[in-house]
């Protein structure tokens, strides 16, 4: 399934409800386990408040997941497409 990295920040909301993240976060891996998907989440320190690596089993899924997440205004979100080993070699093989 397809890799995803997102850096995560939270809005001045989600910065407001922070005692609640964990809470988000399960609920966050409850709604993507219900569409194949998986989510692994990081809380970090610096300029993104988490990092998030999932696989979904494909990009209009991820971004609907996404999307969704937004709405709530509790994050915003840079996503980035990851390729494994595997899956690099396949790329670099086409050329």
Do not use: C, H
């Not at 976060?25 to 999932?54: C, M, N, P, R």
């Not at 979904?56 to 996503?79: C, H, P, V, W, Y």
């Amino acid at each position: 399934m397809p890799k995803y990295v997102s850096l995560i920040g939270w809005t001045e909301q989600g910065v407001q409800n922070y005692k609640d993240t964990v809470a988000r976060a399960d609920a966050a891996k409850k709604v993507a386990s219900d569409l194949g998907a998986s989510l692994e989440i990081l809380w970090t320190l610096g300029e993104y408040d988490l990092v998030v690596v999932s696989e979904f089993k494909d990009d209009e899924t991820a971004t609907a997941f996404l999307l969704s997440l937004a709405q709530q205004g509790n994050l915003r979100s840079k996503t980035m497409r990851a390729f494994d080993e595997g899956e690099m070699q396949a790329i670099i093989s086409r050329t």
